[in-house]
């Protein structure tokens, strides 16, 4: 039909639509015909077809009492493993595997942290400077937590604050702070307050120079 089609001088696209109509089959079937656009695609489409409805014949042609249905389960990837031996054993962990039943007991559990040392996050969405500046933050106070703890006078007084209030003193995240009015100090022991001095210093100009950006 498709030699027929091809000798009579019509259209491409009339000849390719003329020879699928003339396909004596299910539209189902006859749909991996279409969509070809020279002649050469159409052949190589009905290629195709005659391997697929082959296939389709030989599985109708079987009894329904002899038919089984099968699932094949994929292949477990395990090419990035380099070993073979290491290969072959994940493999056998993998295929061995079976999954442990859960029960619920009930019982509900709290974590409980071993100190009050807070978790200091970056903001999202910040800039690369402004990250750093976070984290150069975190550092000092850091640092001031561990020189006041190093002072003999400051631990005296982190020691009378944790049992009773002490001349305006108080302790946020272990740290010494001093309320003065309305302000909260943190409270800069003799070694560290040169550094302080500098690092407050260096953050205002940081600071200023962000804002001056923002404008």
């Known amino acids: 039909m498709l030699d027929i089609a091809a000798q009579a001088h019509l259209d491409k696209a009339m000849v390719i639509d003329y020879t699928i109509d003339g396909v004596q089959d299910e539209e189902v079937y006859k749909a991996v015909l279409y969509g070809a656009k020279t002649i050469r695609e159409l052949k190589e489409k009905f290629g195709l077809y005659e391997k697929m409805r082959a296939n389709t014949k030989i599985k109708e042609s079987v009894p329904e009492g002899f038919s089984i249905n099968t699932t094949d389960e994929p292949e477990i990837d395990l090419s990035h493993i380099e070993s073979p031996s290491h290969r ?5 962990i993998i295929e061995t595997y079976k999954s ?11 974590i409980v942290l071993k100190d009050d040392v807070p978790i200091y996050r970056r903001p999202r969405g910040s800039s690369l400077k402004e990250k750093e500046e976070v984290d150069e933050h975190n550092s000092v106070l850091q640092s001031l937590k561990k020189a006041q703890n190093a002072d003999p006078s400051l631990t005296r007084i982190k020691d009378l604050v944790g049992k009773e209030s002490y001349k305006d003193f108080y302790l946020e995240n272990s740290v010494l702070r001093k309320q003065i009015k309305c302000e909260s100090l943190i409270v800069v022991p003799n070694s560290m307050q040169s550094i302080i001095v500098l690092y407050v210093a260096y953050t205002n100009k940081v600071t200023s120079e962000l804002r001056k950006r923002k404008r």
């Open 88 to 92: 072959k054993v994940v493999k056998e």
């Open 100 to 110: 442990d039943k859960v029960k619920d007991t009930g019982i509900k559990l709290s």
